[in-house]
């Protein structure tokens, strides 16, 4: 079985993650974020980096789903399927040019037809985790990395902003497997039974593949 945990940044998907590992007894797959040497550069400087951030991702997110695909017995903390969106909203921004959203998108292509070839073709399904605005915010400033502060840089803030709405939508649309949204502000993942709650209907979305 393989599962593919999605939201914004600061949600708590790597909370989630490592729940839904635990309680299927999974391995889980956490998102290149420590190992990665470009993000804090493109933080400082997105028009230099932006292409340079989304093709390193793309990279480790294709071979994370290509071993979670083949082993199937995963969960994912963000996935190969939300990569474009993370890409088109700094293109969007002029991040990265037409050439290299062009070369982006054919090499994503490529990629595509390749996991069409495996045994098992796309996740069991997606759990997207939501909360309003103001609390990835909080989250965010709560966890600390210093690259994502927004404090005195309004450009940062509203770049959240922008990736909050888009994700709403990017979720509306996909339709790669079956899919859950969780709602995490109503149920913190701090609390016990909270936990349990987001369990039980991630439990019922896979009972009715």
Do not use: C
């Not at 797959?29 to 993000?39: A, T």
């Not at 028009?47 to 294709?62: E, V």
């Not at 083949?70 to 993370?86: A, G, P, Q, T």
Request: hydrophobic fraction near 40%; glycine fraction near 4%.
């Amino acid at each position: 079985m393989v599962i593919i945990t999605a939201g914004m940044i600061g949600v708590g998907k790597t909370t989630l993650t490592g729940l839904i590992a635990d309680h299927l007894g999974s391995q889980a797959f956490y998102e290149p974020v420590g190992d990665n040497p470009v993000l804090p550069l493109y933080y400082s400087d997105p028009k230099q980096y932006g292409f340079l951030l989304q093709i390193f991702f793309l990279n480790r997110r294709f071979d994370m789903i290509k071993k979670a695909l083949v082993d199937d017995n995963n969960v994912l903390d963000r996935s190969i399927y939300e990569d474009e969106l993370f890409t088109e909203e700094n293109h969007k921004d002029g991040n990265i040019t037409d050439m290299e959203m062009a070369v982006y998108h054919d090499l994503m292509g490529h990629m595509m037809d390749e996991l069409k070839q495996l045994p098992k073709k796309a996740p069991d399904l997606l759990v997207y985790a939501q909360t309003d605005f103001e609390t990835i915010l909080y989250r965010i400033k709560k966890r600390g990395r210093d690259y994502e502060q927004f404090d005195n840089n309004d450009a940062l803030k509203d770049y959240y902003f922008k990736m909050w709405q888009a994700y709403q939508q990017w979720f509306e649309d996909y339709d790669i497997s079956p899919k859950i949204k969780v709602d995490l502000q109503k149920y913190d993942l701090e609390k016990v039974e909270n936990q349990k709650i987001i369990l039980d209907q991630i439990d019922a979305a896979l009972a009715k593949r």
